[in-house]
């Protein structure tokens, strides 16, 4: 039978830490808010609205979940591509009681005409109505309960920047983990789904994780099913190692995918530099999918750079994948 614990569907709420104890890493970010949530709280007032970025899976959501709990307060939770008129977000904001948080992910996708109802309501807690068409249009203004908007998104650079300077609490971007962070996160995962880890299996998956507490913690599903369909259920190094191979996940962490992405920009671009866009129809890939899930870890381990004529592979990415880079070129004079 499915189960919250069972489905991956609500991986992410099961192994979601519930306290700052249990979130591990991110320390300047948990510092920054401690001081800004301390201080609004004192004053009784709600924070100043606040901007999460960086790649899926590292914390964003968890961290506005934490944020409601630690000031008592309620959260609202939506995303860009979900208010898709400006009715939608009027409902969202005069639906709001005081002290209220708002979420709002994948912020990066909310269009032009959103954005512009979002800044007055950000910056002065009003909501600005136009009624009626042509020169009888008048604009009515709504008071708002005080709230803090809490947005992520993975594209920061989709974010207009009048946008991006309403959020006066401050924008934080979340970093990659360290391989003892992912440890201690999978480790903490495996006691919640009720699975034995071994140490050593714990360091191989936080290996492959991508550096990623997410993609750690389907990893740590997926080891725990081969434990049991082809052993005794205690994850060990070596059923891990078996697991992980399956799943054609490599030591640094690269999936098929991944590799089937720079193979491509080594083979049919001679290593770049090309765009995202062509590099994306050449795989017949969807170009979000290479910015937002590939791209991010390839040029967090040094495989791609960006520039600005596009992408290049660099001499590790030619390295791991067992080819011989390309001598550079000598200038003729
Ligand atoms: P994002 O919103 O950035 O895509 P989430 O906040 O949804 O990421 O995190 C994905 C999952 O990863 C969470 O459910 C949680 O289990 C785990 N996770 C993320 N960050 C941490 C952390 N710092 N410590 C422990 N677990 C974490």
Redesign the pocket.
């Known amino acids: 039978m499915s189960t919250p614990a069972n489905n991956d569907k609500y991986l ?2 099961t ?3 519930d306290n700052w104890g ?5 320390e300047s970010i948990k510092n920054n808010l401690k001081i800004l949530l301390g201080a609004a709280m004192e004053r009784e007032e709600p924070p100043e609205h606040l901007l999460f970025y ?1 790649p ?8 506005a979940h934490l944020i409601t709990k630690e000031i008592g307060a309620q959260m609202k939770s939506t995303s860009g591509p979900a208010i898709e008129r400006v009715g939608d977000l009027a409902s969202i904001l005069t639906n709001l009681s005081p002290g209220d948080i708002l979420f709002i992910d994948e912020a990066h996708r909310l269009n032009k005409m959103i954005e512009e109802v979002l800044y007055p309501a950000m910056e002065s807690g009003a909501l600005d109505i136009i009624i009626g068409k042509g020169p009888s249009a008048r604009t009515i203004q709504l008071d708002l309960p005080p709230f803090t908007l809490i947005a ?1 998104t993975t594209r920061i650079s989709l974010l207009s920047s009048p946008l991006r300077s309403r959020f006066s609490g401050g924008t934080f971007r ?1 970093e990659f983990y360290t391989e003892k962070e992912i440890q201690r ?1 999978v480790a903490r995962s495996a006691k919640i789904l009720g699975a034995e880890l071994a140490e050593e299996a714990a360091a191989e998956i936080a290996k492959r994780s991508r550096s990623t ?2 993609t750690a ?1 389907h990893l740590l599903k997926r080891c725990r099913d081969y434990a049991q369909v082809h052993g005794d259920g205690i994850i060990g190094i070596d059923s891990a190692a078996k697991a992980l191979e399956l799943l054609e996940i490599d030591e640094s962490g690269l999936t098929a995918n991944d590799r089937r992405i720079l193979e491509i920009l080594i083979e049919k671009f001679g290593g770049g530099p090309v765009g995202l866009q062509t590099l994306a129809a050449a795989a017949s890939e969807e170009e979000a999918t290479i910015g937002e899930v590939c791209e991010p870890y390839l040029l967090q381990l040094g495989f791609i750079e960006r520039t600005p004529r596009g992408r290049v592979a660099t001499p590790r990415a030619y390295e791991h994948l067992g080819k011989m880079a390309p001598h550079p070129q000598k200038p003729l004079l």
């Open positions: 992410d709420q192994l979601r830490p249990d979130y591990i890493g991110q960086g899926a899976g590292l914390g964003k959501t968890t961290l992520a979340l996160i507490p997410r913690n």
